[in-house]
């Protein structure tokens, strides 16, 4: 068996499974079914926006698309998105 060195967000996951931090979930079933409704409000895309910009941002916009191999308008939900929830943040 290999030793592997953890990280320090490892050794703290493991550190507060060995104090017995961890309680087993009672009702597995619900919970799933709680988190999975989350998702799925998280998730609906039921609002559609127009926007204007320069076709050179547009172009820029599809090729990084393209590269992540999705499609140009989930790229821009997926910018927005962060960007509203502190994510995406200016380095300006």
């Known amino acids: 068996m290999r030793n592997y060195q953890l990280d320090k967000e490892e050794q703290e996951l493991s550190s507060s ?4 931090d961890w309680k087993p979930v009672k009702n597995m079933s619900a919970e799933i079914k709680k ?7 998280t998730l609906k895309k039921d ?5 204007r910009m320069s076709k050179q941002d547009f172009i820029g916009i599809q090729s990084k698309a393209i590269d992540e191999g ?3 308008q989930t790229l821009i939900a997926s910018i927005v998105h962060k ?10």
């Open 17 to 20: 499974i060995e104090r017995g």
């Open 35 to 41: 988190y999975a409704a989350y998702a799925k409000k």
């Open 47 to 51: 609002q559609r926006i127009s926007i």
């Open 70 to 72: 999705i499609l140009y």
């Open 83 to 92: 960007y509203v929830n502190g994510k995406l943040v200016s380095k300006v």
